[in-house]
């Protein structure tokens, strides 16, 4: 048993919403919450099917909890986050836009952007150091936590499993800095030396850095736990504890999986290797079910503690899938990619007495909804998270089955060039979404609608909606404080998506 870190002192669609349920009255006392994050899992990396038929990758996966949680709850077929990990997780525990709260990219050491160089462009001096709520720490954000605010209301608040909240030698490398009451196996780092026990879930090993070494799990070293089950032991026993307390907690159980480096998981490859996959798809399908396997614990601890009708369980991703996993069709893209196989994830909701069992939410939402949507089902007021502004908008009346109106926006930031990825913002409203691409200033525009796999560029084709896009872009961009890359012959930034320059030559 690991020795959890307890308290420091706190610190001060546009798409039709159709969401399938009907609305039974609301429970009398606030839910417990469950956010069961996954990490960079895919769109359709699960037997779940969230596209309108089951693919091939529904096929080969085998993921029953989530079958079980989607029966119970409701099922979001539009979901998104940021195209990678620590802007997501930001967005996700203080509400904001990345375009807002400028940790565009992932963090790890104090200072050390992992950029790689750009023919053209610098980034801008983004928040390499993630969250602080000292903004004497140089290059941070500032918010109101989720966390926090939940302990503030009387949750017991815990963290288990990755954190990615602020770089090495700042205070949010501890997940406790952001309201957390225990920290277990959370630091500033994204990922996990090893899932292997035999290897106290260190690279050491294979000559990694150690920077990657997984906190507080020396318990487990040398055995044959999983990591992904060593944190699943763990999350039980503090939600035995808050419930034997009569409190109401809030569990982020954040797991490493299914995030690089990808080893198969003991319990459950041979199912994979049996059917042919090769090995890297063999293990990853193992912790795909791995990590099932977990949910399936964490609800059966509800059921058995008798407060499974007391819990509002949220299952979602941080990111897409990387690019050294099966493409996610039909979506194009991976993690780090503006298309959707980069932003849209899995997301479940389960709220017994609000959500309707096996219902549908076809509303896009986005990962900074979550703060509001939690906050709503706990009772806490909007109002807490003054004077930080919100970007979230809270999904609790899509839960109760209300439908959404058409007339939302949604905004990606991505001024990098990293993993061969090059900087990028984009938009989606209704059925359309603008990709702007910062090095040649290069403008597409997509029809969801009818071409979810963003193969057909209809920029050239309807320049007037491209240019209404590009406006809204650029607005919502410029109102958020976005930050963009500069130019390296002139030091300028790359202009806004709405204000390119027209060479003389062509007609104005
Ligand atoms: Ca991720």
Not at 454 to 463: F, M, N, S
């Amino acid at each position: 048993m690991a020795r959890p870190r307890h308290a420091l002192p706190l610190l001060p669609l546009l798409v039709c919403g159709a969401c399938t349920a009907p609305s039974p009255a609301a429970p009398a006392k606030r839910p417990n919450v469950v956010v069961f994050l996954v990490d960079d899992m895919g769109w359709q990396e699960t037997s779940v099917p969230f596209h309108t038929a089951p693919t091939a990758l529904n096929a080969r996966y085998r993921t029953p909890a989530m079958e079980r949680l989607a029966a119970t709850g409701m099922k979001f077929t539009q979901a998104y986050a940021s195209a990678v990990c620590s802007p997501s997780r930001l967005s996700l525990m203080t509400g904001q836009n990345v375009a807002r709260h400028r940790v565009t990219n992932w963090t790890l050491r104090r200072g050390a952007s992992p950029d790689n160089p750009h023919p053209t462009l610098t980034p801008p001096a983004w928040n390499v150091n993630g969250f602080s709520s000292d903004p004497s720490i140089e290059r941070t954000m500032q918010g109101a936590p989720l966390p926090a605010l939940l302990h503030a209301a009387g949750y017991r608040t815990i963290h288990v499993g990755k954190a990615h909240f602020g770089a090495t030698d700042t205070p949010a490398a501890d997940p406790r800095h952001l309201g957390f009451d225990v920290n277990i196996a959370g630091h500033a780092a994204g990922g996990p030396g090893s899932y292997h026990g035999e290897h106290d879930y260190s690279a050491a090993w294979r000559k990694g850095d150690r920077i990657w070494n997984v906190p507080d799990l020396a318990a487990y070293h040398g055995t044959t736990t999983n990591l992904t089950e060593a944190l699943t032991r763990e999350a039980i026993r503090e939600v035995e504890q808050a419930h034997a307390a009569h409190t109401p907690f809030f569990l982020h159980l954040s797991h490493y999986a299914i995030h690089a480096p990808w080893e198969p998981d003991a319990r459950f490859v041979q199912r994979y290797v049996d059917a042919g996959l090769p090995p890297q798809q063999a293990a990853l399908a193992s912790m795909v079910e791995s990590m099932d396997h977990s949910l399936g614990a964490v609800l059966d601890t509800l059921d058995r503690l008798g407060i499974a009708d007391d819990t509002l369980v949220l299952f979602v991703s941080d990111n897409g899938s990387p690019q050294q996993c099966p493409p996610n069709l039909p979506l194009r893209g991976h993690k780090l990619s503006p298309y959707e196989g980069g932003v849209r994830v899995p997301m479940l909701a389960r709220w017994p007495g609000v959500t309707a069992a096996g219902s549908t939410c076809t509303t896009p939402v986005v990962i900074e909804d979550c703060h509001a949507t939690l906050l709503a089902a706990a009772g806490v007021p909007a109002t807490a998270s003054a004077p930080f502004p919100i970007d979230g908008v809270s999904f609790e009346p899509q839960l109760r089955g209300a439908e959404r109106s058409h007339a939302r926006a949604f905004v990606w930031h991505y001024p990098h060039h990293y993993s061969g990825q090059a900087p990028w913002s984009a938009l989606r409203v209704g059925d359309w979404k603008l990709v702007y691409h910062h090095a040649d200033q290069r403008r597409e525009l997509f029809d969801l609608a009818h071409d979810l796999g963003e193969q057909h560029d209809l920029a050239a084709q309807q320049p007037e909606r491209v240019a209404a896009l590009a406006a809204q872009l650029g607005d919502l961009l410029r109102t958020r404080g976005a930050q963009m890359p500069t130019r390296k012959d002139d030091g300028a930034p790359v202009p806004w998506p709405d204000r390119i320059p027209v060479p003389a030559d062509l007609p104005r």
